[in-house]
């Protein structure tokens, strides 16, 4: 094999939004997911890769709308020869045409190596989450979760390594970034994984603008072990810092005329 380099319902509401699009939000959170199950919603593509067998990959626009803006996507990928592994997910991104200031997907998998030997995966999650940004005057703060829980199906000690280039790589515009936290876990032998938080606050790969965000996940399962991941990569949109500095001395300005 080659490898490639549900909690409480929260409304978001984007900053800058007007009373009618927080009215049109409130009306919204209570549509019924039925009613808008007919909806197209950002494209999502996993790929999941593991020795000896083909890439299987599944795209979806069919996610399931849940509170406004964010859609969760359900599906799963097996063994097509062995019948000794499987991955499941049910990955939450938010559809940035209504939440443009919070791009985001989960990581919610589950992974069982149901073999008598130790397994290597690679999964890739690439999902469409255009932001516009203006240099100078906006950019995006990024941040990782990755936690979860490990186990033996036979009752022994379960093992989980992250390999090259980590567990988990957080991917923009497709191309991965480094973390600004190297801690993202790399060996565990617990029963439970993380949490381990991470940032990433450097320039756009193939900037300014975004249009896919994702991830790639890489890493071993021992033998009859299950390993169960949550957490999310997401960013949220910010001034620029030079932006920053001068919004902060217009502030101080206007008080000074004012006070005059």
Not at 23 to 30: D, T
Not at 147 to 163: C, D, K, M, P, W
């Amino acid at each position: 094999m080659s490898f490639v380099s549900s909690p409480p319902r929260l409304i978001l509401i984007p900053r800058r939004t007007t009373v009618a699009a927080i009215g049109a939000v409130a009306v919204a959170a209570f549509v019924s997911p039925a009613v808008l199950a007919g909806t197209t919603s950002p494209q999502l593509s996993v790929a999941v890769s593991t020795v000896g067998e083909a890439t299987q990959t599944v795209t979806s626009t069919s996610g399931i709308p849940g509170s406004p803006g964010l859609y969760t996507y359900n599906g799963s990928v097996s063994s097509a020869t062995s019948g000794e592994w499987s991955v499941s997910w049910a990955l939450t991104g938010a559809d940035t045409a209504i939440l443009p200031d919070r791009p985001s997907i989960s990581t919610n998998f589950t992974v069982a190596n149901t073999s008598g030997s130790t397994r290597s995966f690679q999964i890739l999650v690439t999902f469409a989450s255009p932001v516009q940004l203006t240099p100078g005057v906006t950019s995006i703060e990024w941040g990782s979760l990755l936690q979860g829980t490990l186990t033996s199906n036979q009752g022994g000690v379960a093992s989980l390594v992250g390999l090259v280039p980590s567990m988990l790589y957080g991917m923009i515009n497709g191309s991965g970034v480094s973390f600004n936290n190297p801690s993202v876990p790399s060996t565990t032998t617990t029963t439970t994984i993380g949490p381990s938080g991470n940032t990433y606050t450097g320039a756009i790969p193939g900037g300014p603008n975004v249009s896919t965000i994702g991830y790639m996940m890489t890493f071993s399962l021992s033998a009859n072990s299950t390993a169960v991941f949550d957490g999310s990569w997401s960013g949220i949109v910010v001034p620029a810092p030079g932006a920053a500095a001068l919004l902060a001395l217009a502030g101080v300005t206007g008080r000074r005329r004012r006070g005059r």
